[in-house]
C-alpha cells in the first residue's frame, strides 16, 4: 500500500515556541490532506482537510491562527503549531487520499509542550 | 456531516471472536471503513465496504447493511496482539471526509 511519513515522530517544546511538522506521501501524489489530533485514549479529531495549491479548510473550533497548514506540493503538507501551550500537547497524525479511494495515515507526532 | 457509534470495551479470551458493532447516520455515505489502532501509534487499515454483506480477510471480516446504517467487525482466533483500539469511519461523498467513532478498545486475555 501507499506510505505516508511525518516528522518529526516526536518533539519537546517549551511553551510559547512554534512546531512544525512535516507529512509526506511518499510514492503518491496527493491533493488532499488530512490533520487530526488525537487525546489519550480518544478518537481521531478532524483539525483540517489540506489542498494543495490553496487555502486549508478548518473544521469547527480550530483556530487557524494557531495551527498554520501549508500543503506546497502534491507530496508534502506541514502543519506549524504557532506559540505552542501546555494544552497543544497532543498526538498529530496526518493523512493522505490516495487511489483508489483510500486514506492513508502517517505514522503520528507526538508533541509534548512544557 | 457523520454520526457513529461503538462500543467502548470489549474483552474476549485468545482464541475467541469478538464482533465490534457500528452504527452510523449519515447525510452522505460512501463506505465505511475499519482501522486498527495500537496505543501510541496511527490507525492501520483493516477494510472498506461500500457494497451490503460480508468480506472476510483472514481472521478478520467487516459486514454492511447500507439500509439500516449497520457495521459490524469480526475478530476470529483472538491473538493477544489483536489488543487494540479499533475505529469505525464514515465517508461522507459530499466533503470526503473520515468520520470516526470514538473507537472500541478490545483486550484480548489469556
Known amino acids: 500500500g501507499a506510505v505516508v511519513s511525518q516528522h518529526p515522530s516526536r518533539v519537546i517544546c517549551k511553551s510559547g515556541t512554534s512546531v512544525k511538522i512535516e507529512c509526506r506521501s511518499l510514492d503518491f501524489q496527493a491533493t488532499t490532506m488530512f490533520w487530526y489530533r488525537q487525546f489519550p485514549k480518544k478518537s481521531l479529531m478532524l483539525m483540517a482537510t489540506?489542498?494543495?495549491?490553496?487555502?486549508?479548510?478548518?473544521e469547527q473550533g480550530v483556530e487557524k491562527d494557531k495551527f498554520l497548514i501549508n500543503h506546497a506540493s502534491l507530496t508534502l503538507s506541514t502543519l506549524t503549531v504557532t506559540s505552542a501551550h501546555p494544552e497543544d500537547s497532543s498526538f498529530y497524525i496526518c493523512?493522505?487520499?490516495?487511489?483508489?479511494?483510500?486514506?492513508?495515515f502517517g505514522p503520528g507526532t507526538r508533541l509534548t509542550v512544557l | 456531516g457523520q454520526n457513529i457509534d461503538q462500543p467502548t470495551e470489549m474483552t474476549a479470551t485468545e482464541g475467541a471472536i469478538v464482533q465490534i458493532n457500528c452504527t452510523y447516520q449519515?447525510?452522505?455515505?460512501?463506505?465505511l471503513f475499519w482501522y486498527q489502532q495500537h496505543a501510541g501509534e496511527a490507525p492501520t487499515f483493516l477494510s472498506y465496504n461500500v457494497l451490503d454483506g460480508l468480506e472476510e480477510k483472514g481472521r478478520f471480516s467487516s459486514f454492511l447493511s447500507r439500509s439500516k446504517g449497520y457495521s459490524y467487525l469480526l475478530l476470529k482466533e483472538l491473538q493477544m496482539k489483536d489488543s487494540a483500539s479499533y475505529l469505525c469511519?464514515?465517508?461522507?461523498?459530499?466533503?470526503?471526509?473520515?468520520?470516526f467513532g470514538a473507537g472500541t478498545t478490545v483486550t484480548v486475555r489469556a
Open positions: 489540506s489542498n494543495e495549491g490553496s487555502k486549508a479548510t478548518y
Open positions: 449519515t447525510s452522505g455515505f460512501n463506505g
Open positions: 493523512s493522505a487520499r490516495g487511489p483508489p479511494n483510500e486514506q492513508f
Open positions: 469511519a464514515g465517508w461522507d461523498p459530499n466533503d470526503y471526509k473520515l468520520s
